[in-house]
Every structure is written in structure tokens, then in C-alpha cells.
């Protein structure tokens, strides 16, 4: 008697968190990982965190996959409220923003070592800027470049309008410009 | 690796982009990095596991009749081994129902009476759209006529247990003025939002389209989702907001009814015309041009946007100019500012440019301390750019206000 209460309760939910199943979320992580990650490796700027924040928010989506409303949002715009959340988390608990440098990139399509390094130092002194930026600057960057979004997903995931988005990345385009310029 | 999907939004968005800044694009995109194959099989083993699903909806149940068992056998112990805890438990129902029927008795369909009555006629809505239920239903007494100090909300019902939205300030109400707040929902988190006061002599309805409800003369206007009516009836002042389609919610305007009228004792005799409360001491309020003024150069008007860290009202814009035609000449001047990357604004040591709050405790009014502001003033060849509090990092969230206030000023 009470299983059957129980059941006529959360059969409802049962069924809800049987929508994103195995099959489903492996498919769906393949689709999301790169973007997921290099959002977290802009925003945080150290591969090591930002790989264990990436497992940390598919983590979260699963277990909290009963949540999601594919009528409500596209999945990419629910995973990103996980993320950003999560990133916003672990500034909390570092109480700091990131100073430290990434591994240095490397451009693959230079001719010789020597324009290859300072190739290499012109991305570093690129990253340390985008590091700097605030925080608001960098989250739109990390979702533009890190995570590959459009201007109108972007607008889905932060709340603000397209065109609001399209004129703050161009200020920041331009802010970075001028700051790795001066280099 | 890049994949053909990666190089083809990629390429996409190197398009969007010229001249330098697409070199900075291209070196943004190279700042990339492939995950690693151990994060990959980290990610891979999150939902590999059939026996952890399996384990997370069976432990959901588990952990619910635990608990519920538990809190019932708790509940029970706990009134067998103290009769007097189940006295005082019967007793706190019994009150919490008398409060519940206290100043705001709710009567057929949620229509509410106030006791004692507010000093105008109040009108309740006689249709509501389907599945619409009320929320809130709240009264905010006028000050003590006698001392002239204001009264903190006489009355406050909650039929609502979200805590947030019975707390929402009632927007464009002066502080001190009797006035009462209804707000009705439904499941989708739509609301219809009912503001009433007494009519002042001097009271003008807000910009916006004009129409009639009830034969009234009333205006409509929109910020963003939002459709606010307001009109002036049986010297009842009454602002009508809502997320529903514009023809629903003239519906519900086109039915409100009279639900109350002032009573003739006396005890709410609250002053129709209550003088506004004073400055507190010290606050001067802001007088001619914050930003300095521009020698040989006609000035046009100014612009202030308060941002506030709320859902409700998030954005007040105000601007004022002399001079005619002031869309073209102050607020769009004034945008076009706002959006150059090259424009300097200048830190104001201000709470809030001409936004006060009412202090209860000092009796008089402080300025607002507000997330935010920017303030334009323009002239003929320039404009000054002013901002406060986090207004540097809202300047999108400026830009969208402005820009929504210019549309409504097309002709």
C-alpha cells in the first residue's frame, strides 16, 4: 500500500529521469566535451582544473538529468548554467582570479622554431590579457572562442539580448586588440 | 585535431570578424585545447555504470520512505511523550488560521476585503484568464495621520508561501501613500499585478498608447515581456501589469469591479494629499550639471539609468530636455555614446542619481543605494558619461534600456 503511494508519486519523476539515459548522455558529452572544456580552460586558465571542473559538470548533469526540460532549452544551454555555476564555484573557493600561465601554445602551422616561439609568446601574452579581462568580459569570451557559441546561444545561456551580446564582444575584440598591440 | 564540424565553426566565426580583429579571433581560436583522453574516459565512466543509474532512482526512493518514516515516527513520539506539545502544535494551527482571516479575508474567487477598508474604492478583478490563482494580496496603510509618521504595512497577507515575490516592492508609488498590491499566478509563472491608490489632483498617466477602460481615459504601454495598463477610476488610481497577451489583460481591466469603498469612521481618515516625507538631513538632492558643463555648446538634456540588482523593475530610465524633438536630440546622442568603446565615463561618488528610498526609522527619505547607474548629460557637440556602483560593468544592460526606450518614443 504505501509502494503503492510512493509509486503513484514518483512515477511521474521516474519516468522523467529514464529521459536522459546511458546511451543518450554519451552521445551528448561527445558532442559537448571540446566546448565544455575550453570554456573552463578560458575562464580558469589552468588545464588541470579546468579538466576536473569539465568531469565534474558532466558529473552534475548527470545526476541531475531529471532536471532538464528539452521543451524549455537546448541541452548546451542547460549543460552551461552546470558550468558556469561550477566556475563560479571554484573562484569562490580560490578567492582569487587565475595568474598562473597555461601550458604555452603552440602554433602548428609556422615554418621555423624561431617564428614558432614567437608565435608562441605573442598567444601566451593573448592569454594572460583574456585572463585579465573581468569577469563578465571573460565569460562571453570563453563562450564565443572557449565553447564555440553563437551570438544568439550565448544570449540564451546569459539572459541578454543578441544584440547586446554582438556589441560587448565587439568592445572587448577591441579592448583586446589594443592591449596585445601594445606588445 | 580539429574535426570538420570544429573547422566549420571555426571558419564561422573568423567571418564575423575583420581586419585586426580577426587576427585576434584567429589567435583566441589557437588558444584552444583538445581534452585529454584521460578526461575523456573520466567523462565515459560517469554514466557507464548500470548498477550506479539503477542505484541512483532506487536510492531516490529509498532515501524518501526513510525519511518520511522517520519524521513521522519522530512527529508521534514527540506528542506522546509531551500531551502539552500537541496542545501548543493545535494552538499555533488555530492561530496561524485566525491570522490567515485577520485584515485580508479572502471571499469568493480570492477576492479580497480589507479591515479596516482603504481610504478609496478598491477594484478587484471580476475575470481572470484560466489558471490563474491569487499570491499575494497586500495593503500598505497611509502614515498615522496624528503624528505624521508613516505606518510599516499595516496589513500583509501572504497566500502565497514564495516568500520572494511577497516580498516585491510596489513600484511607482510614492513612499507613505496608502496603496495595496494584488498579484495573481499561474503554473507557467505568469502574473497579473494589480496596483491601487488614491488619485491625486495632480496625477498623469504614463507615456504611452492611449485607450479606454471602462469608458476612462488609460494608456498601455510594454517593458519587455510586460504590458502595464493604467487609468484612473471612482478616484481610484490603478496600475494594471501583466505577462499575458495585451487582449487578456484589457479583459481583466474591462471587468475589474468595485469590491470596497472607504468607510465613513474615521480610523483610516489617512490624508489623501500627505505631504511627501522630507530629505534626510544631509541629503542634498543633485541640482544642475554632475558632469560640468561644456563652454560654448548648448546643452540638450540629460538621461539617468538606475540599475537595480532585482528581477522586478531591474532598470528605471528617466530623461528630461527642453528642447524639441528630445528622441533625436538627447537620447539618441546619448546611445550612440554609450555604445563607443571610446567614450570616457566618469566615477560618481553617488548612491543613485534622483532615487530615494524611505527610511521608517529617520522618517525621511535616503538615497537609494542602487547595483548601479549611468548618467548621460548631452550637449551640442558632446556627451558627459557619469556612472556609479557597478555601472561601468552594466553598460550593456544601460544600452539595452536606453535602446528599448528609444522605440518607445518612435512616433
Not at chain 1, 593573448?126 to 544568439?152: P, S, W, Y
Amino acid at each position: 500500500m504505501l509502494n503503492d503511494f510512493i509509486d503513484s508519486i514518483t512515477s511521474k519523476s521516474l519516468r522523467q529521469w529514464a529521459t536522459i539515459e546511458a546511451e543518450d548522455f554519451s552521445s551528448l558529452y561527445r558532442r559537448h566535451l571540446d566546448a565544455v572544456f575550453n570554456y573552463c580552460l578560458f575562464r580558469v586558465g589552468d588545464r588541470a582544473v579546468a579538466e576536473d571542473l569539465t568531469a565534474e559538470a558532466f558529473e552534475r548533469a548527470w545526476r541531475a538529468r531529471d532536471r532538464y526540460r528539452p521543451e524549455r532549452a537546448a541541452f548546451s544551454t542547460w549543460l552551461f548554467t552546470i558550468v558556469r555555476r561550477l566556475v563560479i564555484d571554484w573562484y569562490r573557493r580560490q578567492d582569487r582570479h587565475p595568474t598562473t600561465a597555461l601550458d604555452t601554445p603552440v602554433p602548428d602551422d609556422n615554418p621555423t622554431p624561431e617564428a614558432q616561439l614567437e608565435e608562441a609568446e605573442r598567444l601566451a601574452h593573448l592569454r594572460d590579457i583574456v585572463l585579465q579581462l573581468q569577469e563578465h568580459e571573460q565569460e562571453l569570451i570563453a563562450l564565443k572562442f572557449g565553447a564555440g557559441m553563437t551570438n544568439r546561444r550565448i544570449a540564451e545561456v546569459i539572459g541578454k539580448s543578441e544584440s547586446a551580446v554582438g556589441t560587448a564582444i565587439y568592445r572587448i575584440m577591441k579592448k583586446l586588440r589594443a592591449a596585445w598591440k601594445d606588445t | 585535431m580539429r574535426t570538420q564540424r570544429d573547422a566549420q565553426w571555426q571558419t564561422e566565426i573568423l567571418q564575423e570578424f575583420d581586419g585586426v580583429d580577426a587576427e585576434v579571433a584567429q589567435a583566441l581560436l589557437h588558444l584552444r585545447q583538445a581534452p585529454s583522453q584521460t578526461l575523456q574516459q573520466r567523462v565515459d565512466a560517469i554514466a557507464e555504470n548500470p548498477r550506479r543509474r539503477q542505484a541512483t532512482v532506487r536510492g531516490r526512493r529509498r532515501r524518501f520512505v526513510a525519511w518520511g518514516a522517520v519524521a513521522v515516527v519522530i512527529v508521534l513520539l514527540l506528542f506522546a511523550a509531551f500531551p502539552g506539545l500537541r496542545t501548543a502544535a493545535a494552538q499555533t494551527v488555530d492561530e496561524l488560521r485566525q491570522l490567515l482571516g485577520g485584515g485580508i479575508h479572502l471571499g469568493a474567487e480570492g477576492t479580497a476585503k480589507f479591515e479596516p477598508a482603504p481610504p478609496f474604492v478598491v477594484k478587484q478583478p471580476g475575470y481572470l484568464p484560466e489558471g490563474f490563482d491569487p499570491v499575494v494580496q497586500r495593503y500598505q496603510a497611509a502614515p498615522d495621520p496624528a503624528s505624521g509618521r508613516a505606518v510599516p504595512q499595516l496589513e500583509q497577507r501572504r497566500v502565497t508561501t514564495d516568500t520572494h515575490a511577497a516580498d516585491w516592492p510596489t513600484p511607482n508609488v510614492a513612499p507613505g501613500t496608502a496603496h495595496l498590491l494584488l498579484r495573481y499566478e499561474n503554473a507557467r509563472d505568469q502574473h497579473i499585478t494589480i496596483v491601487e491608490r488614491a488619485a491625486q489632483p495632480d496625477d498623469a498617466l504614463p507615456a504611452g498608447r492611449s485607450l479606454a477602460v471602462n469608458g476612462q481615459p488609460a494608456t498601455i504601454r510594454q517593458v519587455n515581456e510586460t504590458r502595464i495598463v493604467t487609468w484612473i477610476e471612482d478616484g481610484t488610481w490603478i496600475e494594471l501589469t501583466g505577462t499575458v497577451p495585451e487582449d487578456e489583460l484589457l479583459r481583466v481591466a474591462e471587468r475589474m469591479r468595485t469590491t470596497q469603498r472607504p468607510t465613513s469612521s474615521g480610523t483610516m481618515d489617512a490624508p489623501y494629499d500627505a505631504t511627501p516625507p522630507p530629505l534626510c538631513e544631509g541629503v542634498r538632492p543633485l541640482r544642475g550639471h554632475i558632469l560640468g558643463t561644456v563652454e560654448g555648446q548648448e546643452y540638450k538634456g540629460s538621461v539617468t539609468i538606475n540599475l537595480f540588482d532585482r528581477e522586478v523593475f531591474p532598470e528605471t530610465i528617466s530623461w528630461g530636455t527642453d528642447v524639441e524633438n528630445g528622441r533625436e536630440a538627447v537620447l539618441e546622442p546619448a546611445l550612440r555614446a554609450l555604445q563607443d568603446p571610446e567614450t570616457t565615463m566618469r566615477p560618481l561618488p553617488y548612491p543613485s542619481i534622483g532615487h530615494f528610498t524611505y527610511s521608517e526609522e529617520a522618517g525621511c527619505l535616503q538615497p537609494t543605494e542602487v547595483h548601479g547607474y549611468v548618467v548621460m548629460e548631452v550637449w551640442e557637440g558632446q556627451v558627459n558619461v557619469g556612472y556609479g556602483g557597478a555601472g561601468a560593468e552594466l553598460t550593456e544592460r544601460a544600452i539595452e534600456t536606453l535602446e528599448r526606450r528609444i522605440q518607445q518614443e518612435q512616433p
